[in-house]
């Protein structure tokens, strides 16, 4: 008999909940990250007593019940509320796209006059039925004015490609409104975990063993010997030895800065729109708990081009790699005694409620309960 029923790659949100559940159901586990730490990228650091998201900003908001109740079992959440900010040639608007930005933009007060004033602003672009990139979706969505000063350098930026060069899905995922309301999520559940998504990684991991500083390929062999099944959560192109060459990803850079002085930017989170800017947004970890420490500390969150050895943040989901990522996901299907799971190993845009879900969905397969 093997140690464990177990071998988790990756002690990520995705690993640490299905390891919960397999533990649940009498499974021994083994949880190995090359990272020194676990938690992938929800891992907060603490820098003198402010929670640092290391690896950039994380808001839990959740419309599924099931997983609110879940993460809740863990951890129990504040009363944060994600209403970020856009700094655009001097001026600051309130985000998501609603009437506290129409106002200041375009002087109007009323929901009716600013439906009005973006009928016009969409012009011609109302009519294009299927927009078939993002540039076309988002002219669609709210017309030129909040095209140029909110998304196009923004995006361009934070992609580095043309917006007519990439999924207009992505834009989908903005909110849009014609009330007074600068909550950036819809769903009903939204905060933080008190005392950090540490907290939540360490209630979901108890009871499993854990190596860190252990990179998977570094020792294949001796790490599959020790499990009847392996759990994946890496990049599912590097499983396979890029066989069929490489997914595309899009990497970040964070610049941490503890400052002396208690508040930098009055908010959480400041997104920076002009291409002016190298950064895409700055963090201020304090407003996440409410802090009231004499300093502070902000990071400033750089896009970059993504290259073998630095962190795969993002999926490129266009056609290009959703071809390949289906040829990958063939050579999957042919391992019955490995699962591939979470943000990287499907290759999917997952926030951490769809994680947590699909973990879940994955142990009541893996488990029959
Ligand atoms: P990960 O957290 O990436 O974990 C994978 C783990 O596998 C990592 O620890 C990695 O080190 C390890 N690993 C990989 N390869 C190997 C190997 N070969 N050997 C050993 N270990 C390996 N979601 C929200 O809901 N709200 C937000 O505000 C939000 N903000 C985000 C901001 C950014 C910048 C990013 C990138 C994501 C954000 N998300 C947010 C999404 C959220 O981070 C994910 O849903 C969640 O962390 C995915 O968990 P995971 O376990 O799938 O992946
Ligand atoms: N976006 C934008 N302007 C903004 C914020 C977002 O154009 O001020 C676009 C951008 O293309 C980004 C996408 O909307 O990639 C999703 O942004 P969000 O902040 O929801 O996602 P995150 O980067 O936090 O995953």
């Known amino acids: 008999m093997k140690k464990y029923d177990y071998l988790i790659v990756g002690g990520g949100l995705f690993g640490a909940v299905f390891a919960h559940q397999a533990m649940a159901s009498g499974k021994r586990c083994l949880i190995i990250d090359k990272r020194p730490h676990i938690g992938g990228n929800i891992y907060c650091e603490e820098v003198d007593g402010i929670r640092v998201h290391k690896y950039g900003a994380h808001i839990f908001h959740t419309d599924n019940k099931e997983v609110w109740d879940y993460v809740n079992r863990f951890v ?6 994600n209403s970020p900010l856009a700094y655009y040639k001097g001026v600051l608007y309130n985000l998501p796209f609603n009437m506290n930005t129409f106002s200041k933009l375009w002087e109007v007060n009323t929901p009716a006059e600013a439906k009005a004033k973006i009928e016009e602003q969409r012009g011609e672009y109302a009519d294009i039925e299927c927009p078939a990139n993002l540039e076309e979706q988002a002219l669609k969505l709210c017309g030129k004015d909040i095209y140029e000063i909110f998304i196009k350098e923004y995006t361009e930026k934070q992609w580095g490609r043309s917006a007519t060069e990439l999924p207009a899905f992505i834009i989908k995922r903005i909110p849009f409104r014609f009330t007074y309301d600068n909550n950036y999520f819809n769903d009903g559940y939204q905060g933080i975990p ?5 907290v939540l990684i360490q209630g979901l991991t108890e009871g499993a063993d854990v190596l860190l500083n252990t990179d998977y ?4 062999a001796e790490l599959d010997a020790l499990a009847d099944h392996v759990l994946y959560t890496g990049c ?6 890029f066989k069929y060459g490489h997914l595309e990803y899009r990497s970040l850079r964070f610049e941490h800065e503890l400052m002396n002085i208690s508040d930098f930017q009055g908010n959480a989170v400041v997104n920076y729109n002009e291409r002016a800017f190298p950064y895409t947004r700055i963090i201020e970890h304090k407003h996440f708990e409410f802090g009231c420490q004499p300093h502070t500390v902000i990071t400033r969150e750089f896009p970059s081009d993504f290259f073998v050895g630095c962190e795969p943040y993002y999926p490129v989901n266009d056609a290009t790699n959703t071809v390949l990522l289906n040829r990958y996901k063939k050579l999957a299907e042919e391992l019955p005694n490995v699962l591939f799971g979470g943000r990287l190993a499907q290759y999917a845009y997952f926030d951490m409620d769809d994680t947590v879900a699909a973990a879940l969905d994955m142990a009541r397969n893996s488990f029959k309960y």
């Open 236 to 241: 599912i192109d590097e499983f396979f030895d």
């Open 76 to 81: 129990e959440f504040n009363r944060y509320t």
């Open 217 to 220: 390929f570094k020792s294949r």
């Open 194 to 198: 008190k005392g950090g998504y540490n």
